[in-house]
């Protein structure tokens, strides 16, 4: 259920595309938070209207009150003093984020009203583009800088890549601070939302006419496929957003692309079942994943590395394992990304294993 308070904002933060920081005093208290406190909260202007001091606003503080990881944020559900403009009229009728209070209408790429929609209509094949697949959406950036560290070691030119982005994380791409750095940076083409995610430069219905409009109307290299920010589990074999990951590995497959399966990997989490491979990584790959793909294996030193490789063993009866060097020359890689590389709030210095397995699928998916 959402609880919601009100507050007043009165300083306004940073921006990225689609988005806004604000700092709103509460008139209630919630969590730890007492009346009269200040949070930080985030607004999608496209959806709500923007901020500005003075202004009265409703906030969703669900996950405040629960403290879980949503960034720290609170999210403004309205300024119920001054809505915003009608947008201007346009083609789409694709609506996202379906019977919410704030579901929006967007131009699918797929959409009869688009003019792609002849060049998808008959779309079928991705002609064994590489497709990159993975769990967390931190693994982004990684997966890019390994495929931009392996194109300038064979003397290539850097990949056009694409990153289309499912729903099992936040919807609004524009929640995404890594999509709007890398793509400032150069480093992704085009976000393509897909399912109920929204704000991508380009929205689709599926898994499947994201990639197949990252292949023919992004003209990508390479793609990478995950989760917005967000991810959610339960502790349970099946009960985690990521279980996708294995859905993305038959939709690449099907549509004939060349699926490529980074693995979730950790040398810093306290939780037993993350350690090493995660077991999403193992379930996602093992038992959704129906198509076979190339699951790779970063080669960690040490003890680390011989768990790797001890739990990715069984993915061999479904998968070719691929085994890559994730050396220092590939941290420094990573050390260059023009975004914080953070995941489950640990970042390159911390969890290093995380980042350089998810920088070694990268690599394999444009190396030879």
């Known amino acids: 259920m959402i609880t919601w308070r009100a507050g007043v904002v009165v300083s306004l933060g940073a921006t990225w595309p689609g988005a806004a920081e604000v700092t709103v005093e509460l008139e209630a208290p919630v969590g730890t938070a007492t009346a009269g406190d200040t949070v930080r909260a985030l607004a999608f ?12 606003v409703l906030l969703n503080v ?6 879980l990881g949503t960034g720290g944020y609170a999210l403004v559900i309205a300024l119920p003093d001054r809505t915003p403009a009608d947008p201007p009229a346009g083609p789409g009728h694709l609506v996202k984020a379906r019977y919410t209070p704030l579901q929006a209408m967007v131009l699918g790429v797929d959409d ?5 929609h002849e060049l998808l209509r008959d779309a079928e094949d991705l002609a064994g583009l590489p497709v990159v697949v993975a769990d967390l959406h931190s693994a982004l950036p990684a997966i890019v ?36 750095g890398l793509r400032s940076a150069g480093w992704i083409e085009a976000c393509v939302t897909t399912g109920q995610s929204f704000g991508g430069d380009l929205e689709a219905v ?14 990508a290299d390479l793609v990478v496929v995950a989760q917005g920010p967000g991810n959610l589990g339960t502790g349970t074999r099946w009960g985690f957003s990521g279980v996708a990951a294995g859905e993305a590995v038959n939709a690449v497959g099907a549509l004939g692309g060349r699926p490529v399966a980074s693995l979730r990997v950790s040398g ?17 790959y093992g038992r959704v ?47 260059g990304s023009p975004v ?22 990268g690599v394999h998916a444009v190396g030879p």
Do not use: C, N
Not at 62 to 67: D, F
Not at 294 to 312: I, K, N, S, T
């Open 45 to 56: 202007p496209a959806l709500v209207g923007s901020p500005e001091i003075g202004d009265r």
């Open 62 to 67: 669900s996950a405040l009150a629960r403290g």
């Open 112 to 116: 009869q009203e688009s003019p792609h």
């Open 145 to 180: 800088a390994g495929a931009r560290f392996a194109a300038a070691r064979a003397g290539r030119p850097v990949p056009r890549v694409a990153y289309v982005m499912t729903d099992g994380g936040a919807l609004p791409a524009w929640f995404s601070r890594t999509v709007a």
């Open 206 to 219: 599926t898994v499947h006419t994201g990639l197949l409009a990252a292949k023919h109307v992004v003209g």
């Open 268 to 284: 810093a989490d306290q939780r037993e079942r993350h350690l090493g491979v995660s077991h999403h990584s193992l379930t996602a």
């Open 289 to 335: 994943a129906l198509a076979p793909a190339d699951v790779v294996v970063p080669l960690l030193d040490g003890d680390l590395g011989v768990r790797v490789r001890e739990q990715a063993a069984p993915l061999a009866r479904r998968h070719r394992l691929v085994e890559v060097p994730a050396g220092a020359d590939l941290r420094s890689a990573l050390a």
């Open 340 to 361: 914080r590389l953070s995941t489950m709030g640990r970042g390159l210095d911390q969890d290093p294993e995380a980042f350089l397995a998810a920088a070694a699928a």
